[in-house]
């Protein structure tokens, strides 16, 4: 069945490609960005020549998660040329990598904005539809980092990502009842594949940086070391592909979370325990039914 489907922080990485595969797939996909007539406008054209080539329903979108204004626009935009939205791909973030207390509490403050508020600036800009018509998907890109072993010097990037999951699962039960579904879908580490660390931020506080010195290198090792373990196949296609499966499931049978970790950094171990506590818990409390999106009637 095909579905009309937002992708935020699709310029690049797993946004873009799995932005491409959703439309590939048969999808209407609306992949956001911010700055699209700026920065971002190489970008945008390469979408738009890949959907001309193809045929494919892929339309560049501006969406500046850090906006609410943008993010109302964009979900705006596309109830306007659709009628509906099915389902909402959570994925804008950005990566900062330093020794944590080089990072000022504002530098700490923008790395939540991107990565958890702007989530929730979008979560404002959607679900009003989405509960309106009573149905659809909102599926984030979490990390392993929220449950599995990572390295030092990801301290600000990791509890961004903790916080955004968590807000993810309180989510669901919320929106449950509105006939929402959730999905939370877990990648592990890619060395390569992405521009994720090669674009990651680092703290302006170089002074407190370099007081860390007997940490250089350090961070070289974590990558070599990471790719070591990453088998020659590890490719963040396979996130992309994951979510199209997804996306294509029959509604009720989606899973709840899904981890695609080539490196095995524990976290499928963790997430096993806690998705079991957090049901059993939910049905301890009587609210068992908020485990299953539905809609009351």
Do not use: C
Not at 8 to 32: D, F, N, W
Not at 173 to 185: L, N, P
Not at 186 to 206: C, E, I, K, L, N
Request: overall charge negative; proline content about 5%.
């Amino acid at each position: 069945m095909q579905s009309v489907i937002l992708v935020t922080g699709a310029g690049t990485g797993i946004g873009k490609l799995s932005a491409q595969s959703l439309a590939e797939a048969g999808h209407i996909v609306y992949a956001s960005m911010r700055d699209i007539a700026g920065r971002n406008n190489g970008r945008a054209a390469e979408l738009r020549s890949l959907a001309a080539a193809k045929g494919l329903q892929l339309h560049p979108l501006e969406l500046d998660v850090l906006s609410q204004a943008s993010a109302d626009a964009a979900a705006a935009t596309i109830i306007r040329e659709q009628g509906h939205l099915d389902v909402v791909v959570q994925n804008a973030g950005h990566l900062v990598v330093g020794p944590t207390e080089a990072f000022t509490p504002e530098e700490i403050t923008k790395v939540f904005d991107t990565n958890v508020l702007g989530a929730q600036r979008v979560n404002r800009a959607v679900l009003p539809y989405l509960r309106r018509q009573e149905s659809g998907l909102m599926l984030w890109i979490s990390s392993t980092t929220t449950k599995g072993g990572f390295p030092p010097f990801m301290g600000p990037y990791g509890a961004a990502k903790a916080a955004m999951d968590s807000l993810a699962v309180t989510l669901a039960y919320e929106i449950a009842r509105f006939g929402i579904e959730t999905s939370i879908v877990v990648p592990g580490a890619f060395t390569r594949g992405t521009d994720h660390f090669p674009s990651a931020g680092q703290p302006a506080d170089a002074v407190t940086a370099a007081a860390y010195s007997r940490y250089d290198g350090v961070m070289d090792q974590i990558g070599e070391r990471l790719s070591a373990l990453t088998p020659d196949d590890a490719d963040p296609q396979a996130v992309a592909d994951e979510i199209v499966r997804i996306v294509g499931l029959p509604v009720g049978t989606r899973p709840m979370r899904s981890l695609i970790d080539f490196v095995g950094d524990g976290a499928g171990e963790v997430f096993e325990v806690s998705e079991r506590v957090r049901i059993d818990f939910a049905k301890r409390i009587g609210m068992g039914d908020l485990l299953e999106a539905r809609v009351r009637r």
